[in-house]
Every structure is written in structure tokens, then in C-alpha cells.
């Protein structure tokens, strides 16, 4: 039995083949087309996965992506309308640029995008919709584990933001979900995005973190509240969600966390900073080492700032 997976309308797009349960085949279509996180369909990921193995749509037994558009249309009508009028921030593309809006309808896209691909003469397997948080959970059945509890934690899935599983053989049993906004991956963008970083570099702000000292922690802590329930408080009254989409922090966050400190002239030389750090060498001709030795300095001057800021 084959089973081919595929993301679209989403950031990093592309796909999975599964052949009787074993992965045979993964790609990502930003190594084809080249664009970083990119949200495009998998036209170049198909060809290289039908192409080079020889296969035809035919040979696919059903066809999955991992996301449950009933779950997710829910949590988007509840979002929009949650806060009215700001809340129809939301609907703008920047306030969730990782995703395109057409995701709504995205097993509409995919059929369409396959009947392209494959001509529209041809059959499409079924599409079956896998909930996120699922989807994240079944790296168990990959796992050296025969029974382990697993614990999904995102930005934002179709209906959760973090959820805690048991699994056991080839079973997984959701035990636990949070709110949709009670999402500390989301408060973590929300800080990168402050900071001056973009998309997708909350890595980045992770290990600058090495660098630095816990300043902030006990005003985090004074934010976000780890409740017995095993759930913590949510974020929606701390981030600007609403007026700034899924990326902002609002002006009581800051100035709780921060208070007087939260200006925009410690954000701005950061901004300086990062520039450095990005910026390409004055020359084709200069040096690796050279290019290295920017870098670090750079790299110095954020760690400098940041402790400045402290």
C-alpha cells in the first residue's frame, strides 16, 4: 500500500511516500525552487518523486495532509469573531504571512493542483485530512518506543496549539489539548518578531539566548501562569492578536515586562545589529575568513546591546 502525504498553502511545502508503512521518500520543495519556507505547491517535489521512481498517480493508494479543514474553519470563524471589530485583523495576509489564505480550502487546492499535474482526465486518490497535532504525534510510530507519552507543542494547528498523547503499539490516544491562543510557540514569535528578527528565526533569538541571563524570567512568569491543569494562562489579553495578527506583542505586555524600558531606541540599534550580521562582504573577492570575522562581530555587537538593554 502506498500513501503519499502532502503539505501546501503552507510554510516549507512538499511531501512524503509511505510504501507498506515504511518511508521511502521525503522532499521539501524549497530544494527545488529555492525559496526559503516556501509556501508554493509541490509541482517540483511530484515530479521528482513520480519521475525519478517511475510512478503514476495510479500506483498511490490514498492520498493524506495534515490538516482537518472542519477543525480549523471552527478555530478560524471563533478567532475572527472573537474580538470584534479588531479581530478582523486577522483576515489580513500579514497577520499569518507562514500561511496563504487559501488554506481554508486547502484539499480543493490539492485535488486541483494533482489534476494539473496529472491531467485532468485522471483519477485522484482519496484525500484524507489528518488533524495537526496527529500528524506531529505519529513521529511515535517512527520512534524506537513501543509505548511513550508524546507531547506536540506549535504556533497554532487547526484546533490546538499544544496536546499531550499516550501511545502505544501502533495506537495514539489524545489525553489533553489547550485553547488555540494558549500558544507559547506563538509567544515566541511574538518576542523574535519584537526584537527585530523575521520570520521563521526564532531559532536564531534561541541561541542568543545562551548567550544573555534569565533578567526577564520572573516578569514572564508574573505573565504566563502554569496552571494544575497542566494548561498555562492565555496569551490573548498579552499579545496584540487581534490589532497585530499572530505575530505582535501589545503595549500592556511590554510594559509589563518591561516598563519604562520599552522604547525604541535599544530596538533600533538591535535592528543595526542584525543588519550587520546579515549583511553579504563588501567584495566577492574577500576572504571566507574575513566574512566569518564580520559575522562575529556582529554577532558580538547584538550579545553587547542585549546586555546593554538588561
Not at 219 to 226: C, D, Q, W
Amino acid at each position: 500500500m502506498r500513501i503519499l502525504g502532502i503539505v501546501t498553502r503552507t510554510h516549507d511545502s512538499g511531501l512524503a511516500l509511505l510504501s507498506d508503512g515504511v518511508p521511502t521518500l521525503v522532499l521539501e520543495e524549497e530544494r527545488f525552487n529555492h525559496e526559503k519556507h516556501t509556501l508554493r505547491f509541490p509541482f517540483l517535489s511530484l515530479a521528482g518523486a513520480f519521475n525519478g521512481q517511475g510512478l503514476d498517480i495510479n500506483d498511490i493508494d490514498v492520498i493524506t495532509t495534515p490538516w482537518e479543514m472542519k477543525c480549523f474553519r471552527q478555530s478560524a470563524f471563533s478567532a475572527v469573531l472573537g474580538c470584534l471589530p479588531d479581530s478582523l485583523n486577522l483576515l489580513r495576509p500579514s497577520a499569518r504571512s507562514t500561511q496563504s489564505t487559501l488554506i481554508v480550502n486547502m484539499p480543493m487546492g490539492l485535488w486541483w493542483g494533482l489534476k494539473w499535474k496529472f491531467g485532468f482526465n485522471r483519477t485522484i486518490p482519496n484525500i484524507v485530512q489528518v488533524r495537526h497535532h496527529d500528524a506531529h504525534a505519529a513521529s511515535f510510530f517512527i520512534s524506537p518506543f513501543e509505548e511513550a507519552a508524546v507531547l506536540v507543542m506549535d504556533g497554532y494547528g487547526d484546533e490546538t496549539a499544544t496536546s499531550a498523547y499516550t501511545g502505544s503499539g501502533n495506537r495514539l490516544q489524545r489525553l489533553w489539548q489547550s485553547n488555540f491562543f494558549d500558544s507559547l510557540g506563538m509567544l515566541y514569535t511574538c518576542v523574535t518578531k519584537y526584537l527585530g528578527f523575521g520570520r521563521f528565526e526564532e531559532g536564531t533569538v534561541m541561541a542568543l539566548a545562551a548567550t544573555g541571563c534569565p533578567t526577564y524570567a520572573a516578569k514572564f512568569r508574573e505573565l504566563i501562569h502554569l496552571k494544575s491543569t497542566v494548561n498555562f494562562r492565555s496569551i490573548w489579553t498579552l499579545s496584540a492578536t487581534t490589532r497585530m495578527g499572530l505575530s505582535g506583542l501589545s503595549r500592556e505586555f511590554l510594559l509589563i515586562l518591561l516598563g519604562r524600558r520599552a522604547d525604541q531606541t535599544n530596538r533600533l540599534l538591535i535592528a543595526i545589529a542584525i543588519s550587520l550580521m546579515r549583511s553579504s562582504p563588501p567584495s566577492k573577492q574577500q576572504s571566507y575568513t574575513s566574512c566569518a570575522h564580520f559575522r562575529e562581530v556582529a554577532l558580538h555587537a547584538i550579545c553587547a546591546l542585549v546586555a546593554e538593554w538588561h
